[in-house]
């Protein structure tokens, strides 16, 4: 009854987020525009994701950030920053994450972040592994008003999870968990999931992980498939599970026959202003704009994002960076 009560609460958020004139007049020229693809969208992006920022405090082996492969400057993203890209797209906005590389926790003013959102009646998401020693961080989460957070525990065991994060403290992040479950109370929010990583090293957890959501008592177990692709990784090398049915969509030949519709509904911008099209430009190579140098609501439909959708409407594989897209079908990288 309390994980029914926990999904009233989320979407109860969601629809709050999204239930004005305003908002629901925009999401619906937005998607008129995906469906017409006009490559001049007459909306605002009603699905914002931010990179508070690309730093980390662990070593995950699969991360460009943790296995120190990032190309791009290490950074956050100011407050003032953050506000300034928000109040231009508030009419619209209805969804923030609050992630993309990087340890969110990490940025000094992410709990004024998701104060300001939720100020601004936006829905928001945030991911975290959880491995902080200052309590204080639950306290936090639990009053900054944030609907959702991600647990990225990516194991269930001390062993995968040494071996993958190059850390010790998975005790101390299933304490975390418990405690953060416990100060929660009757509040339901946020609404919290507990993410595992589905890769070879760990194909043989899954069921110890099942038990884990039920011990710690989470709202929802997210088992995601692995992504290698942008380490170039091929399956013999071990990373994928041997299982194939636990691979993405993208390794095992398929693919996504609609145009994607991210860059009609969504945007990304890094800690540093840099505009991409969505998180699969992990090192920001496709860049559309800078905030910095302009305004967000002038980068959505300027030249280089009009282009994006061109090649996209026409061909969804003409575009450089999709071509080897792994989160084209989004709900296939993860199983029940």
Same mark, same amino acid.
């Given at each position: 009854?309390?994980?029914?009560?926990?999904?009233?609460?989320?979407?109860m958020?969601?629809?709050? /987020?999204?239930?004005?004139?305003?908002?629901?007049?925009?999401?619906?020229? &937005?998607?008129?525009?995906?469906?017409?693809?006009?490559?001049?969208?007459?909306?605002?992006?009603?699905?914002?994701?931010?990179e508070? =920022?690309?730093?980390?405090?662990?070593?995950?082996?699969?991360?460009?950030?943790?296995?120190?492969?990032?190309?791009?400057?290490?950074g956050?993203?100011?407050?003032?920053?953050?506000?300034?890209?928000?109040?231009?797209?508030?009419?619209?906005?209805?969804?923030? @994450?609050?992630?993309?590389?990087?340890?969110?926790?990490?940025?000094?003013?992410?709990?004024?972040?998701?104060?300001? /959102?939720?100020?601004?009646?936006?829905?928001?998401?945030?991911?975290?592994?959880?491995?902080?020693?200052?309590? /204080?961080?639950?306290?936090?989460?639990?009053?900054?008003?944030?609907?959702?957070l991600v647990?990225?525990?990516?194991?269930?065991?001390?062993? =995968?999870?040494?071996?993958?994060?190059?850390?010790?403290d998975?005790?101390?992040?299933?304490?975390?968990?418990?405690?953060?479950?416990?100060?929660?109370g009757?509040?339901?929010?946020?609404?919290?999931?507990?993410?595992?990583?589905?890769?070879?090293?760990?194909?043989?957890?899954?069921?110890?992980?099942?038990?884990?959501?039920?011990?710690?008592? @989470?709202d929802?177990?997210?088992?995601?498939?692995?992504?290698?692709?942008?380490?170039?990784?091929?399956?013999?090398?071990?990373?994928?599970?041997?299982?194939?049915k636990?691979?993405?969509?993208?390794?095992?030949?398929?693919?996504?026959?609609?145009?994607? &519709?991210?860059?009609?509904?969504?945007?990304?911008?890094l800690?540093?202003?840099?505009?991409?099209?969505?998180?699969?430009?992990?090192?920001?190579?496709?860049?559309?704009?800078? @905030?910095?140098?302009?305004?967000?609501?002038?980068?959505?439909n300027?030249?280089?994002?009009?282009?994006?959708?061109?090649?996209?409407a026409?061909?969804?594989?003409s575009a450089?960076?999709?071509?080897?897209?792994?989160?084209?079908?989004f709900?296939?990288?993860?199983?029940?």
């Amino acid at each position: 009854m309390k994980k029914i009560k926990a999904v009233f609460v989320k979407y109860m958020s969601l629809f709050i /987020a999204g239930f004005s004139i305003r908002k629901i007049t925009n999401f619906c020229k &937005v998607m008129l525009s995906y469906f017409l693809r006009k490559t001049k969208v007459s909306g605002l992006p009603f699905l914002l994701q931010i990179e508070p =920022t690309n730093r980390c405090d662990l070593r995950c082996s699969l991360c460009l950030t943790g296995a120190g492969k990032l190309k791009r400057s290490r950074g956050d993203m100011s407050f003032k920053q953050f506000k300034n890209i928000v109040s231009q797209l508030q009419a619209g906005l209805i969804y923030i @994450v609050l992630y993309n590389l990087g340890e969110p926790l990490l940025n000094p003013d992410i709990y004024q972040m998701i104060k300001y /959102a939720k100020k601004k009646r936006i829905f928001t998401r945030l991911s975290t592994n959880a491995n902080f020693s200052d309590r /204080a961080h639950i306290k936090s989460i639990l009053t900054s008003g944030l609907d959702e957070l991600v647990i990225s525990l990516d194991c269930a065991s001390e062993e =995968t999870y040494r071996a993958y994060k190059k850390s010790t403290d998975f005790c101390r992040v299933l304490d975390n968990v418990s405690l953060l479950i416990k100060e929660r109370g009757q509040r339901l929010k946020p609404f919290i999931n507990l993410q595992f990583l589905l890769m070879g090293s760990t194909e043989q957890e899954i069921d110890e992980f099942k038990k884990l959501i039920k011990d710690l008592g @989470v709202d929802k177990g997210l088992i995601k498939k692995v992504r290698v692709d942008y380490f170039a990784e091929k399956p013999e090398y071990g990373l994928l599970p041997e299982n194939k049915k636990f691979h993405r969509d993208i390794y095992r030949g398929k693919g996504k026959k609609n145009p994607c &519709v991210r860059p009609w509904i969504s945007t990304l911008v890094l800690w540093d202003g840099v505009v991409v099209p969505c998180c699969f430009d992990m090192e920001g190579d496709f860049i559309l704009g800078n @905030v910095k140098g302009g305004k967000i609501t002038r980068i959505w439909n300027d030249k280089e994002y009009m282009n994006l959708r061109h090649k996209i409407a026409s061909k969804s594989n003409s575009a450089e960076l999709c071509r080897q897209c792994s989160l084209k079908n989004f709900s296939s990288n993860f199983i029940k």
